[in-house]
């Protein structure tokens, strides 16, 4: 009777930590080495992301313009949600922003977007460049309109655009974010959510200074990891303060603290990695000093990347302001 009663609770202990393999994390038998034991799609792929992208490897080509529609416009409001894995933002009113051109060969709409970021500021990147980190990343995930919603997009190796932002830490404050950091403590347990009203531009959430970009085909970072996913990477960096980057560690997921949520980068397997050759044709500059003075920062420092590839850790983090 008490063994029988011992094998159900464990059965059910079984169940809830284990069941139909839904949940993943960042550590220990749910971090990313185990993934593939519920989610087949992590193991084993030629084309999974993140990679490390090395820059003196890189294929250069002219790109048509990358179009980016309804990236100008305030958004009305938006949600922004913990889902036990990111904090990720969703509009909920407001033009609903969309890209082509570039590499591309469909108009991809706005899902969400959402970020990854790592225990201190040394680490948090998925992507890494020349196997340097950063200590946060934006994805902005979009879906091929060809397939009429996201879910079904999911289905196609050309389903998936990532739009993926690397950050810069600096002194100053990132006004831009102030909105979008009041709303993190809301946030900071599993499953809350907080709408915010009067938000920023997707511009002003990132950068216009996006002529130059790495692209290649990879996959989703976090289960189940389909290959369905063009990656476009954007060289310059956003600004953000070390407490603004520090907000973020604060989130807890289902299990605990979700202070890193960042997966280790994968084999780059051969693939093609393309960076675009910014010309006066497919490049649209800034107009607005206030952008371009954060936006140059890793372009300048690309001079210094591209033939050093160990780059000093120490360099970035003290180094920029
Ligand atoms: C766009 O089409 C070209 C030519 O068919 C193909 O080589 C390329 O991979 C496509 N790009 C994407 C992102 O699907
Ligand atoms: C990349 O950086 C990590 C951590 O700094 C280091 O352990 C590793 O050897 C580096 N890999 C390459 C290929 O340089
Ligand atoms: C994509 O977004 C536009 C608005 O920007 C909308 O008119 C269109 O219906 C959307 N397409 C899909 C497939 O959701
Ligand atoms: C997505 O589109 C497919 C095929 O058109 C449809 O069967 C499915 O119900 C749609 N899913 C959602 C969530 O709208
Ligand atoms: C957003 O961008 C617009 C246009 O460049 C600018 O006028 C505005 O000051 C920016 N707002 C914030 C909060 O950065
Ligand atoms: C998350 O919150 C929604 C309501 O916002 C609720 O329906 C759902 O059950 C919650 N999920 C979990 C796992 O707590
Ligand atoms: C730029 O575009 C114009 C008109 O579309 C074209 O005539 C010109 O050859 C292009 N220049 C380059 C360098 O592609
Ligand atoms: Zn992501």
Redesign the pocket.
């Not at 033009?95 to 969309?98: E, I, Q, T, V």
């Not at 309109?145 to 919603?149: F, S």
């Given at each position: 009777m008490a063994s029988s009663i011992a094998r159900i609770v464990c059965l059910i202990l079984l169940f809830i930590c284990c069941g139909h393999g839904q949940d993943f994390g960042y550590d220990g038998k749910s971090g990313p080495d185990f993934w593939g034991l519920n989610y087949r799609g992590c193991n084993g792929g030629k084309l999974q992301s993140p990679i490390d992208i090395q820059l003196n490897n890189v294929i250069r080509k002219e790109f048509p313009p990358l179009i980016f529609?309804?990236f100008d416009k305030p958004l009305e409001t938006v949600r922004l949600e913990n889902n036990g894995h990111t904090a990720l933002l969703s509009i909920k009113i407001g033009?609903?922003?969309?890209i082509r051109g570039g590499p591309l060969n469909a108009?991809y709409?706005?899902t969400q977007l959402h970020f990854h970021w790592g225990r201190n500021d040394d680490e948090g990147s998925e992507n890494l460049i020349n196997n340097q980190s950063f200590p946060l990343e934006l994805h902005m995930v979009l879906?091929n309109?060809?397939?009429?919603?996201f879910s079904n997009a999911l289905n196609h190796d050309d389903g998936l655009v990532v739009l993926s932002f690397l950050f810069h830490r600096t002194i100053k404050e990132n006004p831009s974010y102030q909105k979008f950091e009041s709303g993190l403590p809301a946030v900071e347990n599993f499953n809350a959510s907080v709408d915010i009203v009067g938000f920023v531009s997707l511009d002003n959430f990132t950068t216009t200074d996006r002529s130059e970009y790495v692209t290649y085909r990879g996959s989703l970072t976090t289960p189940p990891c389909s290959e369905v996913v063009t990656w476009i990477e954007f060289i310059n960096t956003i600004p953000l303060s070390h407490d603004q980057i520090q907000e973020f560690r604060l989130l807890s997921g289902s299990d605990g603290k979700l202070n890193h949520n960042f997966r280790p980068v994968q084999a780059a397997n051969d693939r093609s990695v393309y960076m675009n050759i910014p010309t006066a044709n497919n490049s649209n500059k800034p107009t607005n000093s206030n952008q371009k003075s954060s936006s140059t920062y890793l372009k300048n420092n690309l001079v210094l990347l591209v033939p050093v590839i160990i780059f000093s850790q120490k360099y970035f983090n003290f180094a920029v302001n």
């Open positions: 529609e309804h033009n609903l922003p969309n108009t709409n706005f879906f309109t060809d397939y009429g919603n």
